[in-house]
Every structure is written in C-alpha cells, then in structure tokens.
C-alpha cells in the first residue's frame, strides 16, 4: 500500500530528515516555510531529536498537532549520539522514495527545496547537493575569519580527494533513498566531516551529482555547534578519505 502511494500516478513522496539538537527557537519556523513552500508536494517530515533539554521535542509535538503527526514525525534518541548516526536513525523511517537531508537552524533555506526537486526530474540526478561556492552560492553572517576557514577547508579538499562537486561540506542534500541507503552503508564518519565522506563516496561510486546554487545563512537563534574539535576531526578525516577512496 505504501509502494503504491509512492508511485502512484508516477508522484514522488519526500522524507525530510531533520537532526535537532536544542532547537526549540527554530523549529517551528522551519516546519511552517516547508509547507509553505512545498505546497503541492507529497512529503513528510522526520525530526531526529537527540534529547534536548531546552524543549525541542515539546514544540515538535505540538506541531504534529498542528499539521498531523504522519506529516511530522518525532523520532528522538535519548542522548546526542553523532550527526551521521541521525540520517540512518531517520532514514529507517523515511516511507519517501527520496529524501532530503537539512539542518534545523534556518541556516538551509526551505526556499531551495523546488529548485532541489526540479533539477532532479530535470536531470535524473541520484543526489542534488546544495553549493556555497558557485555563481548565485554564497554565505551570509559568517565572520571573514570563518569564511576562509570553510573555503580553505574546502579548497584542500578539492585539491586532495578531485570530488566533482564544488561544496564538499554542505549538509543540504537531496537523495535518491536506494542510492542514501547505499552510500551512508559504507561511511565510518559520525561528525563535521560525514557529509564530506558521503559526497565522496557518492562520485567514486559513480552516481550523478547535481549541484543547485544556495545561500548559507547563520543561525539566527541559539549557537554553533561547530568548534575546534570539530577542525581537527575535519583534517584527520581528510587524511582517511586521501588514503581509502
């Protein structure tokens, strides 16, 4: 029956799969602009809570209230256990024939998410990825300081691992499930650098690649989980890309 509603009348479903981690200011905001603007798509979202004490999954109950709780789906973990853990917990509730991976902070705009589903009817693309770093790409609210740091982060990688896309650590994605299913198989990463891993493993397995022009924005409310732990555990996991792909 769930095959069926997939593909019926050749329609695509979409799973969301949304990470949250005291996001309690932000999330109600990113559910009401993907209904806006998705309103004529057949989706539904799955937020990956990893036990946030600031209330999180209170606002996310109430909005399974709100827009129906098979449109919204709360699917917590009792404590934070790894970004890359969170998309194959979610995926293993994801009835879409696609899914869409994006961050809970506003920093991924839901705004992108037609020109995502467009330019995959358009191309057959396996994966469409978000890019920073292409004509109408770019960040907003970073310090200089941190603007080079991601470029120059992604520039070594360009030079090191030749991925065939130009935004190696972008986390605003859309997958093909089978081919999600089949690239997050083989990654070991869990943190900063899994989305790196699973775009690289991605061309070297050979699937299409389609890229759309995104602007970043920083969050708005609540604080980066990004810090110096994070910057190291990027460079070793370069240095294990470099040596197994």
């Known amino acids: 029956m769930e095959e069926q509603r997939k593909h019926n009348d050749g329609k695509n479903k979409y799973s969301i799969i949304v990470p949250t981690y005291n996001e309690r200011l932000n999330i109600a905001l990113l559910v009401y602009l993907v209904f806006k603007h998705l309103p004529d798509v057949d989706f539904e979202m799955i937020i990956v809570d990893d036990g946030s004490p600031d209330g999180t999954q209170d606002v996310v109950k109430k909005l399974q209230e709100v827009y129906g709780e098979d449109r919204i789906l709360l699917r917590a973990r009792p404590k934070k256990l790894g970004l890359g853990t969170a998309y194959v917990h979610g995926l293993k509730h994801c009835s879409g024939n696609y899914v869409v991976i994006m961050d809970a902070d506003l920093s991924h705009h839901p705004k992108y998410l037609p020109s995502f589903i467009k330019k995959q009817m358009e191309t057959g693309a ?71 891993e699973m775009i690289v493993r991605a061309s070297r397995k050979g699937y299409h690649i389609e890229e759309v022009p995104i602007t970043f924005v920083d969050r708005v409310y609540g604080t980066s989980k990004l810090g110096g732990s994070e910057i190291v555990e990027y460079l070793k996991g370069l240095m294990y890309l470099l040596v197994t792909t």
């Open 126 to 196: 396996s994966i469409v990825t978000g890019t920073r770093y292409v004509k109408g790409g770019g960040v907003h609210g970073w310090t200089l300081m941190r603007k080079l740091t991601s470029r120059g982060a992604n520039v070594l990688a360009q030079t090191l691992l030749w991925p065939g896309v130009s935004d190696l650590t972008g986390s605003f994605r859309l997958y093909r499930k089978s081919v999600l299913e089949d690239v997050i198989s083989s990654c070991v990463s869990k943190g900063y650098v899994f989305q790196m």
